[in-house]
Nanobody, 115 residues
Framework: VQLVESGGGLVQPGGSLRLSCAAS????????MYWDRQAPGKEREWVAV????????NYADSVKGRFTISRDNAKNTVYLQMNSLNPEDTAVYYC?????????WGQGTQVTVSS
């Protein structure tokens, strides 16, 4: 199983980034897909989820209205569109696949918001 994140980088406050996570080795469409993040010195926190069946989405309050999670089951890929970024969004972002007792994480991609 592999989850490979990409799209991170350095962006100025107010800017945007789009993260991607390509999955292999799993029946992607069966998994709920999450984005989590971990800022320096802080615990990892959940950011967003898109469910397997209905494709329903939900967001942490800190990103609601700014971030959009989506998935393309044909490409086995989940995305996180991040707009209106601020320095508090600086973190390593991880995608995470979850199906009952099966959980897999990627290695993460760094997002730095700074002027």
């Amino acid at each position: 199983v592999q989850l490979v994140e990409s799209g991170g980088g350095l962006v100025q406050p107010g800017g945007s980034l789009r993260l991607s996570c390509a999955a292999s080795g799993i029946s992607f469409s069966s998994y709920d897909m999450y984005w989590d993040r971990q800022a320096p010195g802080k615990e990892r926190e959940w950011v967003a989820v898109v469910t397997s069946a209905a494709g329903s989405t939900n967001y942490a309050d800190s990103v609601k209205g700014r971030f959009t999670i989506s998935r393309d089951n044909a490409k086995n890929t989940v995305y996180l569109q991040m707009n209106s970024l601020n320095p508090e969004d600086t973190a390593v972002y991880y995608c995470h696949a979850n199906l009952i007792d099966r959980k897999y994480w990627g290695q993460g991609t760094q997002v730095t918001v700074s002027s």
